[in-house]
């Protein structure tokens, strides 16, 4: 069964960086599009960031654009996500999330199998 590992969580101070990984237990990592998610306390799990197979099509929801970015290692079975400039608001538990496909979307029907996720709290 395909594992998904988050790591990379904290308390950070706005404005500043954190980098989220995800690391996958299957040997056919490469051939799936890979997704951030991150849910809020009270309110529903959103989309954030994903990514395509080779790293084609990264996309983002507008109020991460600019400050995000998302990369994948094939070789590393790892998905990256680059968190610049935080905002108090990006406070959320975030999960990363194995597509269906090669191709990414931006919806959580699209994807499979998701981590245990990794706490971000950014403190104003």
């Known amino acids: 069964q395909v594992q998904l590992v988050e790591s990379g969580g904290g308390l950070v101070q706005a404005g500043g960086s954190l980098r989220l990984s995800c690391a996958a237990s299957?040997?056919?990592?490469?051939?799936?599009?890979m997704g951030w998610f991150r849910q809020a306390p009270g309110k529903e799990r959103e989309f954030v960031a994903a990514?395509?197979?080779?790293?084609?099509?990264?996309s983002y929801t507008d109020s991460v654009r600019g400050r995000f970015t998302i990369s994948r290692d094939d070789a590393k079975k790892t998905v990256y996500l680059q968190m610049a400039s935080l905002k108090p608001e990006d406070t959320a538990v975030y999960y990363c999330?194995?597509?269906?496909?090669?191709?990414?979307?931006?919806?959580?029907?699209?994807?499979?199998?998701w981590g245990q996720g990794t706490q971000v709290t950014v403190s104003s």
């Open positions: 299957e040997c056919t990592f490469s051939v799936y599009a």
């Open positions: 999330a194995r597509g269906r496909s090669s191709w990414s979307t931006a919806r959580s029907i699209d994807y499979t199998t």
């Open positions: 990514i395509s197979v080779r790293g084609v099509n990264p």
